[in-house]
């Protein structure tokens, strides 16, 4: 009897993992270049969580610490969907790559223009204050020619002020800044949540500014970028990834708890305790997917006035939400 048992037990244990090796060989696996900011954690919990595999995908995740390197990775098919600062995308498509954007990441107001807490700055009404009363010139920890410049541009024009009012250091890695601002080598640091959460939660920085209050609630920092075969010769693939991130987005919004697990036994963002929470928690509106194109074009004006980008480049020449307005409707 004991023998029966135990040969029933293995037969079911073969059937189970045979069952669940034919399922992961019935998904379509593609590859997604990401950075680390607070707005990628739908595609994290979407892989973690079986939200990808629900809808038929299998999800690699590739980091890249530089988002240039994360563009020149999908112009080159070396990823099939790339989420990025949505401004490398019209640089892309600037030098010829036929990119569509389909979506936001997920998560609004994620860029930050923190301050170093000795300076007693609450907004950026206290930086004008501060410059006209020939305080030190404070140095900025800025991604040039990224979002990440542009909000602190743009937040410095509605003060009246020039953008020499302050010294921008430009930086090409996402974590030097935080380590220049966390040593004390520069004052200002325009990043990303939960890194500029963590500022704050660890070493008393201050928030002057974010991007919802810069341009518009749900003004992008980071979209979903694909290339324009992929978009007309597999739109399903698309429609898939689109409905795993809204899955995931679902389970952030109504379940934090479980969501931060997920992104804890990922190992995704490494920062202090309850500052990944109060990042979520602190987001002007809950996740969804579709941007304010509008505020796209405000940034893209920005960045044609500063020679980035050619003249008369519109937010529509290459953003494609149609898709993830409709997801959205359902």
Avoid at 180 to 206: E, W
Avoid at 271 to 277: C, F, K, M, T
Wanted: proline content about 4%.
């Amino acid at each position: 009897m004991k023998r029966s048992i135990t040969s029933l037990a293995v037969s079911c244990i073969i059937t189970l993992g045979g069952a669940q090796t034919a399922a992961a060989e019935n998904l379509t696996r593609v590859t997604a270049g990401h950075l680390i900011a607070l707005d990628m954690a739908p595609l994290f919990v979407a892989k973690e969580s079986g939200c990808f595999a629900k809808y038929g995908l299998e999800v690699d995740t590739r980091f890249f610490a530089n988002p240039g390197d994360n563009s020149a990775a999908l112009a080159g098919g070396a990823i099939d969907f790339s989420t990025n600062p949505f401004t490398l995308a019209f640089f892309a498509a600037n030098s010829g790559v036929p990119i569509r954007v389909v979506s936001a990441a997920g998560g609004w107001g994620v860029m930050e223009v923190v301050a170093d807490g000795d300076l007693g700055l609450n907004s950026m009404e206290d930086l004008r204050d501060h410059i006209a009363a020939n305080g030190p010139r404070l140095r900025a920890a800025v991604l040039q020619g990224d979002t990440l410049e542009l909000i602190l541009v743009a937040e410095l024009e509605r003060m009246g002020l020039d953008t020499d009012a302050v010294e921008f250091v430009y930086f090409d890695d996402l974590l030097a800044m935080v380590e220049s601002f966390r040593s004390g080598n520069t004052d200002i640091l325009s990043h990303i949540k939960p890194y500029t959460s963590d500022m704050v939660a660890s070493r008393g920085a201050t928030v002057i500014t974010n991007n919802a209050e810069a341009w518009a609630t749900k003004a992008p920092n980071t979209v979903v970028s694909v290339l324009e075969s992929t978009l007309q010769e597999r739109p399903e693939l698309v429609e898939g990834y689109l409905r795993g991130l809204r899955c995931a987005a679902d389970i952030i919004n109504n379940d934090l708890p479980t969501a931060l697990s997920y992104l804890e036994d990922g190992n995704y963002f490494r920062v202090s305790e309850g500052a990944l929470e109060q990042a979520f928690n602190t987001a002007p509106a809950p996740i969804s997917f579709d941007p304010d194109i509008e505020s796209v074009q405000r940034v893209l004006d920005d960045l044609e006035g500063l020679g980035y980008i050619k003249p008369g480049t519109t937010a529509d020449s290459i953003f494609r939400t149609a898709m993830i307005k409709a997801l959205e409707q359902e």
